[in-house]
């Protein structure tokens, strides 16, 4: 029984976090030091960068 109540709150979780996402992301990337972390980090990624500045400076 504490299986299946376990994986009925993890399933209900999940749903709640899908439907929540961009809310869930919006409010973590309000937080300008993660917001900060996670540009850096994403301008370290070759294709990422590359990508990005392809689009910023498209000519």
């Known amino acids: 029984m504490g299986f299946l109540l376990r994986m009925l709150f993890i ?7 899908y439907n ?19 540009v850096a ?3 370290d990624l070759p294709f990422v960068r590359d990508r990005f500045l392809q689009t910023v400076f498209r000519g």
């Open 41 to 43: 980090f994403g301008m």
């Open 11 to 17: 399933i209900v979780g999940t749903y709640a976090i």
């Open 20 to 38: 929540n996402r961009y809310k869930i992301l919006n409010y973590i990337l309000g937080i300008s030091s993660i917001r900060r972390f996670v």
